[in-house]
């Protein structure tokens, strides 16, 4: 009999604490739940809310359906390209790098350049080689599309893609550019 009255009476402290615990989880909830927002930067621009709707079991209960929100935009090549303009690679400028040896198999034929006299010039003169490279040109210092599009103009043929070079000035230990890396060297 006491072991009955024993079990029964652990069940109910098992129960009450339950109870209790879920209780003080739920006013926690709340307490955070009415606790207003803190907005780091607002840039404005469209609501990013009907993306995040469905992920909120919350507003699963409702009865009328979400609005949904105008798609986000998705613009052509050019758009997104000048998107990342302008680049600016603190860590390059242009100059001569000295030529050295460095093993690095597979690594593709790159080069980088920015929009200036030095890197238009070098262009210029190297460009058959390159593109018998197939080399891949970073442009690491370019402020504006046209600045861009007049480098590409220099170089027909050649892939010139807008990037920042200073991971790659980092890990390569390089400060200047224009300069054409290879899997077996960098030279200005």
């Not at 709707?53 to 979400?66: E, F, G, I, Y």
Request: glycine fraction near 6%; avoid cysteine.
């Amino acid at each position: 009999m006491n072991r009955i009255l024993l079990a029964a009476t652990i069940g109910l402290l098992a129960a009450a604490t339950a109870s209790v615990q879920a209780a003080s989880v739920q006013a926690a909830s709340v307490q955070a739940a009415s606790e207003p927002l803190i907005v780091v930067e607002d840039r404005g621009g469209v609501s990013a809310l009907p993306h995040y709707q469905a992920l909120n079991p919350q507003d699963s209960d409702r009865t009328t359906p979400p609005v949904p929100g105008p798609a986000p935009r998705v613009g052509s090549a050019a758009d997104a390209e000048a998107a990342m303009l302008p680049v600016r690679s603190v860590r390059l400028s242009p100059g001569d790098e000295p030529r050295r040896v460095i093993r690095a198999p597979g690594l593709t034929p790159l080069f980088l350049v920015g929009d200036d006299d030095r890197s238009r010039a070098w262009l210029r003169q190297r460009r058959a080689a390159l593109q018998e490279l197939r080399a891949v040109g970073l442009v690491v210092n370019v402020a504006s599309p046209d600045a861009l599009a007049a480098l590409r103009r220099l170089a027909p043929g050649l892939t010139l893609s807008p990037a920042s070079g200073d991971d790659l000035a980092q890990r390569l230990g390089i400060r200047h550019y224009p300069v054409l890396i290879t899997a077996t060297g960098i030279e200005p």
